[in-house]
Nanobody
Framework: QVQLVESGGGLVQAGGSLRLSCAAS????????MAWFRQAPGKEREFVAAIAGSGGATYYGDSVKGRFTISRDNAKNTVYLQMNSLKPEDTAAYYC???????????????????WGQGTQVTVSS
């Protein structure tokens, strides 16, 4: 069982930056692939980024590529999402998700993840 707690959301002006954090419980953090998803009101959940258990591979959604960076610190059981050059269309609730590295489900689909955080709101003003 893994519990995930996100933090770092808030209100920022367009062009600004935020860093989200997701702290995980448990002692086998490196055995989980971690991801960030987001969901804006009235829209479907969207894949943002994912990172391998070792941190050696990262993946991004097209809408954030080049602006967002996912990273992890396995010693701190924490995954981060550095968000730069924020746009109003980035406004959404952001969720951290985890699944076993042996779970071969499509990493871009939220349904393949076993554990979710409660979400943190990011609002970008124009």
């Amino acid at each position: 069982q893994v519990q995930l707690v996100e933090s770092g959301g808030g209100l920022v002006q367009a062009g600004g930056s935020l860093r989200l954090s997701c702290a995980a419980s448990g002692r086998t953090f490196s055995s989980y692939k971690m991801a960030w998803f987001r969901q804006a009101p009235g829209k479907e959940r969207e894949f943002v980024a994912a990172i391998a258990g070792s941190g050696g591979a990262t993946y991004y959604g097209d809408s954030v590529k080049g602006r967002f960076t996912i990273s992890r610190d396995n010693a701190k059981n924490t995954v981060y999402l550095q968000m730069n050059s924020l746009k109003p269309e980035d406004t959404a609730a952001y969720y951290c998700a985890a699944k076993s590295i042996y779970n071969i489900g499509n990493m871009y689909r939220g349904g393949s993840y076993d554990y979710w955080g409660q979400g943190t709101q990011v609002t970008v003003s124009s």
